[in-house]
């Protein structure tokens, strides 16, 4: 009777362990990867200003 209580624990404890990783592969696919991957559609969300381009008096030349 014991042997057979010991075998139906491990039975358990096997379904137990295999639906944790069933739960924790779903729990990262549906939660963290998204997060990581995500690409805003807003182009000024990644502008980055330069100061070289930002010319506030430009230089005149005379052709001569």
Known sequence: MCDKMKKVLKVIGII???AS???G???L???VLPCK???SDDD???YVSCSCCD???PVQVNAE
């Open 16 to 18: 137990a362990a295999i």
């Open 21 to 23: 990783v069933v739960a």
């Open 25 to 27: 592969i779903y729990y």
């Open 29 to 31: 696919v549906t939660k």
């Open 37 to 39: 991957n995500s690409v």
């Open 44 to 46: 000024e969300s990644d």
């Open 55 to 57: 010319i506030d008096d």
